[in-house]
Nanobody, 125 residues
Framework: QAQLVESGGGSAQAGGSLRLSCTLS????????IGWFRQAPGKEREVALC????????YYGVFAEGRFTISRDNAENTVYLQMSSLKPEDTATYYCAGKSPGYYCSAYDYNYDDWGQGTQVTVSS
């Protein structure tokens, strides 16, 4: 059974950077699209961006454009989310989610079958 585990969350100052990791176990990452979502307290979950099994990147959240990048290392079964120029409003729990087959990404959380437990990101001003 596929399992996703996020890591790399923590605290950062505004303007700083963090890199989150999402590691898949139980399946091979080659066939998966991985999306990153986030949820701040009292707010709905929102989608940031996604990388398809072919490596195509799709940005869904305006907040992610120009500041977040995503990459994948299939040999390590891991997807990375690099966040820079962090803002206090980026404070949230970040989740990675997987869908297979993963040729196409999706902005909708119901299209993803597997979810990580989330990792907290806190940005202070």
């Amino acid at each position: 059974q596929a399992q996703l585990v996020e890591s790399g969350g923590g605290s950062a100052q505004a303007g700083g950077s963090l890199r989150l990791s999402c590691t898949l176990s139980g399946e091979t990452l080659d066939d998966y699209a991985i999306g990153w979502f986030r949820q701040a307290p009292g707010k709905e979950r929102e989608v940031a961006l996604c990388i398809s099994s072919q490596g195509k990147i799709t940005y869904y959240g305006v907040f992610a454009e120009g500041r977040f990048t995503i990459s994948r290392d299939n040999a390590e079964n891991t997807v990375y989310l690099q966040m820079s120029s962090l803002k206090p409003e980026d404070t949230a729990t970040y989740y990675c989610a997987g869908k297979s087959p993963g040729y196409y990404c999706s902005a909708y959380d119901y299209n993803y079958d597997d979810w990580g437990q989330g990792t907290q990101v806190t940005v202070s001003s």
